[in-house]
């Protein structure tokens, strides 16, 4: 039983692994079939492992049609960022009083991560890299509601950001964005730090998710 368990776990972070790196990209359909042939895997594992996904909005089925990964018209992402904006900019003030030492320097420390990565021209890294600066923002808040939230939109975050991201003019753009971030951070400017982010995140504020190709609203 534990073997059949641990069996449908790797299978589920294999898939969930596919779609946000963007083997399989956003709104493609997902054959089950293959899946078995690539992952070496039976039926049950990747059923149980895409009802996991399901679940998590991560793949749609589709009567008579199939299993897709999901897609966002533009309605949907801008809900989904301001919903970010809101957690990360509220967890950001609490991580402030709870660990300001440590933000500062875990911020830091990823920046010149991203930094590396875009000097050596490593997209995914970069990518990976962005992804660990916000969660850190809300990690270090030591609020496990505030957590919890921003983990369950996290993967559909970091797949929309491969979708878009991994380009030389997005991650020029996106590492001074970080670095004025890092650097209000050290300041301990927590008001230009949530201004920063609402700049950031939100479309509206200039943000680089304008640029979405999205499914226009149905």
Known sequence: MMEQDLQKDITYERIKKL????????GKKISERKLEQSLKANKAPIRDALKRLQAEGMVVRKAKSGT?????????????LKFRFVIESQSV???????????ISETEKILLKMRLALTLNQGEEYLVQ????????VN??????????????SAIMDTARNFLGNNLEHMQKSIIEH???????????????????REHILPEFGAYWKNFNLEDDQ
């Open 19 to 26: 779609i946000i790196n963007g083997t399989f990209p956003m």
């Open 68 to 80: 897709y990964v999901f897609s966002l018209t533009k309605k949907e992402l801008l809900d989904l």
């Open 93 to 103: 003030l609490l991580s402030f009083e709870e660990n300001a030492d440590k933000l």
């Open 130 to 137: 962005d992804a660990i600066f916000h969660e850190t923002l």
């Open 140 to 153: 270090l808040c030591n609020n496990s509601y505030f957590m919890s939230s921003f983990d369950r939109i």
């Open 179 to 197: 670095q004025n971030i890092a650097t209000a951070i050290s300041e301990r400017n927590i008001g230009r730090v949530v201004e920063l982010l």
